[in-house]
């Protein structure tokens, strides 16, 4: 059994099993991926519950119908946060701040609807960049700035935790379908069992990266998340309005 974290020959049958993170709702149903929007899920129970929604149903239907991929469920990692060359506690911080994203447009639309100055800059000229002043900062999950030793260009963490983006269990669709009924239920029992795993290993990794982070000297803040939301609420709202029927409702729910 091949297990690799791409999907890219998932559909022809090649790769059995994938970990995958959510290229695969962008690639094959982005009309229903409130996910990779910032700040509209602020827990796990939430990314859940919306998985579970009508509109992650239909996510998922259309995802293997086009993908050929058969969908498990999640595996929970570290949270998306900022890194950044001053304090930043609300929104009015940002006016001016130089942020470095990728270049995912739902991203850019809601960071500058808060206030950030939106820099593309490569992944690998990250250092640089912050080096140079170039950006004043970015936003990734906590083991960018570990594993970049972005200490030495940066000073503060800022806890926004905007989005909350998970591993995907997935397989081929093909080959899965041409198993017994007796090796369906096996694997996907060590699936679930190696989900529940991976979620409390990746909460130790992403507590281990924060000690560290601070033992490097810098300094973590808690900022007012509620603040950062209600500034980009505007842009969510039009980003979602523009998803399938039923997406807004099924992703903000009675906080809409």
Known sequence: MVIRKSLSKCHSGQTQLSITGGNWRQQYAPEYDAITVPFVFA????????MESPSGQTL?????????IKYFGTQHRGPRHMTANKAIHSPEDLQGFRMRLPSLPVWLQ????IGATVVNVPAPEIYLAM???QVDGHENSLSSPYTRRLWEVQDHIILTSHVQFPWNWVASKRWWDGLDGEDQALIAEAIDVARQHGNEVELELDEYYLEQLE???MTI???DVEAFREAARPAIERILAEMADGVMDDAL???D
């Open 43 to 50: 827990t796990w129970d939430e990314v859940d519950a919306f």
């Open 110 to 113: 809601v960071w500058e609807e």
């Open 60 to 68: 998922v239907e259309i995802a293997e119908e086009k993908g050929g």
């Open 131 to 133: 080096q140079t002043r």
């Open 221 to 223: 803040i808690e900022p």
């Open 215 to 217: 033992a490097n000297g």
């Open 253 to 255: 729910g009675s906080d």
